[in-house]
């Protein structure tokens, strides 16, 4: 039962406020956080042995075939880091890149548990439909963010291991 009842087109108008708000805001807030942040190999971002620098991904869940289709949310700021595509090669491009695909997971991360709060106004059956919602929006685009990592951090490695080969 929810604490406050209300119409049910006044639930949908402040569901959608509220998805909106959320993303936006979860958004802004790891945007504005330091880059140093998400420099540091936390154990969130670290890569599993499992994963095979997301081969897992692309083998068990066809990151390869659907990844295309994820809109990229930077460009709904200026200071946002376009990820859509690889545009340089250089090292320091492919770890501000890996960078920014951890504070892209934070972010989705950080998007799912607010979805508890939907209880409150919302039908018990409707609360947990955001749970599910928030559930499928953000995983496919954590799992994308673990794949484009793995693929990153397999060239940083070869283009480390030529670097050195070269001096």
């Not at 809109?71 to 920014?100: R, T």
């Amino acid at each position: 039962m929810p604490i406050v009842e209300l119409s049910n087109w006044l639930i949908l108008v402040l569901d959608i406020m509220a998805w909106t708000l959320i993303h936006l805001g979860v958004s802004l807030f790891t945007l504005l956080l330091s880059e140093k942040t998400f420099y540091s190999k936390g154990r969130l971002y670290k890569l599993r042995s499992w994963e095979m620098q997301g081969g897992f991904w692309k083998r068990k869940l066809h990151v390869h075939r659907w990844k295309y289709i994820i809109p990229d949310g930077a460009s709904l700021f200026k200071k946002g880091f376009k990820k859509k595509k690889l545009n340089e090669v250089s090292i320091e491009y492919l770890k501000k890149f890996e960078m920014e695909t951890r504070r892209a997971e934070l972010t989705h991360w950080l998007c799912i548990p607010p979805a508890f709060l939907f209880f409150l106004w919302n039908p018990i059956w409707a609360g947990w439909i955001m749970v599910l919602y928030a559930c499928l929006f953000n995983f496919p685009i954590i799992v994308l963010q673990r794949y484009n990592r793995g693929r990153l951090r397999r060239i940083l490695i070869l283009k480390d291991t030529k670097n050195v080969e070269l001096e």
